[in-house]
């Protein structure tokens, strides 16, 4: 089965966060959400979400994929973090996919994993990240391009989670579980 990072940061869309951890573990795939120090974290609207461990203690684990929450200062959080860079890059070299919501992209982009691909996020999220070189496009709930995902925000949460589950193991897993969400 698949094994999927999401890193927590402090100031991170809970909604979005949650929404993915949770209906990725009901497809049985392993996930595991690493917070960037030792300490809780606070998300953007003061929920306290206790990762299962440190980024630093996963540096080394090999995923399938990662997938970065938005929400601010969070998403600014994972930007500032060479660490996050670093695996988002080593991902990519590897044929992984990699995976952003919100103003999340914006962290896929200053890794230079958006240079010419289509993709989505929160309106003005990407302002000043080069956009010349990315077919950037906010209508779309969830954009897929090759191993590069990104989605909106936390309205299109769930459609994301769910774009997730068909990619990584495939359509009937996704059909089975967004049944048992009743929606």
Do not use: W
């Amino acid at each position: 089965m698949a094994h999927v990072l999401v890193p927590l940061a402090q100031g991170c869309e809970e909604l979005e966060a949650i929404t993915v951890i949770d209906l990725l573990r009901r497809a049985g795939i392993t996930v595991i959400s690493a917070g960037l120090d030792d300490q809780p974290v606070t998300a953007s609207r003061g929920t306290v979400l206790i990762p299962d461990t440190t980024l630093d203690a996963v540096l080394d684990d090999d995923f399938d994929m990662m997938v970065l929450p938005g929400g601010l200062p969070g998403a600014d959080n994972l930007n500032d973090d060479p660490r996050i860079h670093q695996l988002l890059k080593q991902l990519a070299d590897n044929g992984k996919y990699t995976a952003a919501i919100c103003a999340a992209p914006r962290v896929l982009a200053r890794a230079g994993l958006l240079n010419g691909r289509h993709a989505t996020g929160y309106p003005g999220s990407l302002e000043g990240y080069g956009l010349e070189d990315i077919d950037y496009d906010i209508q779309q709930a969830v954009v897929i391009d090759g191993r590069v995902i990104t989605s909106r925000g936390p309205g299109t949460a769930m459609d994301f989670a769910l774009s997730l589950i068909e990619v990584l193991a495939g359509k009937d897993k996704r059909a089975e579980v967004e049944a048992g969400l009743v929606r």
